[in-house]
């Protein structure tokens, strides 16, 4: 039955792909055809030839958060000095509202200790990139979107820490400064680095327009990530993997643009295509590595935690939006912070959960809520882009 229900949702996954109309939601349906598999053959998302599945989410969060870095430039966040209320405002919301609400619901509830955990963490963590997309199908502020989401992450390394130990610190133990590394690791340094790559891509500096350049340094980059595998991790503070990840996409990402170009003539948005892909694909297996050593907590608490992760979702919308509005933001503008309010860096919200708190059942939450908002986004965009504020 199992085998059956993964046949059918990979099925329908691909037939959305390809409707205009439900493209949005295909990645919900292939997150759901994922889960569907763990549940039903949990060893395939255990080991294999030996090596432990679970060792690799890390490196694919870190590559998902590198493609988040190469949407991003510093131009988006100078942008806080020339409009800075709209992102206060929003800032202030993102890590008032959900984390507070996260707390609220865990007591609402009753979730066990680690599971509760996890619904503090998604609260607690900064807006994810797909709160971009979300704002401009819905014609929000897409540049305040960007900025908000570009200072909460920048912010998070201090915020996610402090916000966890204050209020998950009575459900799990709490190391402030391991999980302030952990988060420079997995978020900061790969989207630093997506930074750069963002400048050797689209900036259009004279230095990267030379073949020459280009190759010296995307030679250097990767030869930088093989010298940094060599350097023993006590060394480097907690930051090797990420440094590995961030100097290898660098260096694959920029001659990868070399051959599109300069060989083979392709178009010049290929990585704006291929990234998201990369990361969803990610994201999918993720969240089966997660529901495989999960799956019978998942049976007994699935539902209340959709639930849960539902109010969370919805109540970040409608408190991010009002909260907005009683600080004299405009409708645009109240919008789009309740969007960035209301989705969170769920992959972020994953690692920390496996990596720094070592607890499977602690990343349920965020797996959950990151498919979700996803639908939930989407909605509300439609919805918004039909009704243009009167203002």
């Known amino acids: 039955m199992g085998t059956v229900l993964v046949i059918l949702l990979?099925?329908?996954?691909?037939?959305?792909?390809?409707?205009?109309?439900?493209?949005?939601?295909?990645?919900?349906?292939?997150?759901?055809?994922?889960?569907?598999?763990?549940?039903?053959?949990?060893?395939?998302?255990?080991?294999?030839?030996?090596?432990?599945?679970?060792y690799l989410i890390v490196p694919l969060i870190q590559i998902i958060m590198f493609g988040m870095g190469t949407t991003l430039s510093v131009a988006d966040f100078a942008r806080v000095l020339a409009v800075p209320w709209p992102v206060v405002v929003g800032m202030v919301a993102q890590y008032l509202v959900m984390p507070l609400v996260g707390f609220g619901l865990t007591l609402l509830f009753g979730f066990e200790p680690e599971i509760a955990a996890g619904v503090v963490l998604i609260g607690s963590a900064p807006g994810g990139v797909a709160s971009n997309v979300i704002n401009y199908l819905a014609r929000s502020n897409v540049a305040l979107s960007v900025t908000m989401t570009a200072t909460s992450t920048l912010v998070s390394p201090l915020m996610t820490p402090l916000l966890m130990k204050l209020l998950a610190g009575r459900y799990i133990s709490i190391s402030f400064v391991k999980m302030m590394v952990d988060i420079f690791n997995m978020i900061i340094v790969p989207v630093l680095a997506g930074l750069i790559a963002n400048r050797m891509l689209y900036?259009?500096?004279?230095?990267?327009?030379?073949?020459?350049?280009?190759?010296?340094?995307?030679?250097?980059?990767?030869?930088?990530?093989?010298?940094?595998?060599?350097?023993?991790?006590?060394?480097?503070?907690?930051?090797?993997?990420?440094?590995?990840?961030?100097?290898?996409?660098?260096?694959?990402?920029?001659l990868t643009k070399v051959l599109i170009d300069r060989v083979f003539r392709g178009p010049g948005n290929w990585m704006d295509r291929a990234l998201p892909v990369v990361s969803m694909a990610a994201i999918c297996l993720i969240i089966g590595v997660i529901t495989a050593r999960s799956s019978e907590d998942l049976k007994r608490v699935g539902l209340a935690l959709l639930a849960a992760s539902m109010m969370h979702n919805v109540f970040g919308y409608m408190l991010g939006y009002w909260f907005a509005r009683a600080l004299r933001l405009s409708v645009i503008d109240a919008r789009t912070v309740a969007v960035e309010v209301g989705m969170q860096n769920g992959g972020m919200a994953t690692g920390i959960a496996m990596n720094t708190l070592g607890s499977a059942k602690a990343a349920l939450a965020p797996a959950i809520f990151g498919p979700w908002q996803n639908v939930s986004g989407s909605i509300l965009a439609t919805y918004w882009r039909r009704r243009p504020p009167r203002e």
């Open 203 to 254: 900036g259009g500096g004279s230095f990267f327009v030379r073949l020459r350049h280009m190759v010296l340094f995307c030679a250097g980059c990767v030869g930088a990530a093989v010298c940094t595998t060599m350097i023993p991790a006590d060394l480097l503070g907690g930051l090797k993997s990420g440094l590995v990840v961030g100097f290898a996409m660098v260096g694959v990402v920029g």
């Open 10 to 54: 990979v099925a329908a996954a691909v037939l959305m792909t390809r409707h205009r109309a439900l493209k949005s939601y295909a990645f919900t349906v292939w997150v759901f055809a994922f889960v569907a598999a763990a549940l039903a053959h949990p060893s395939l998302f255990g080991t294999w030839f030996g090596f432990d599945l679970k």
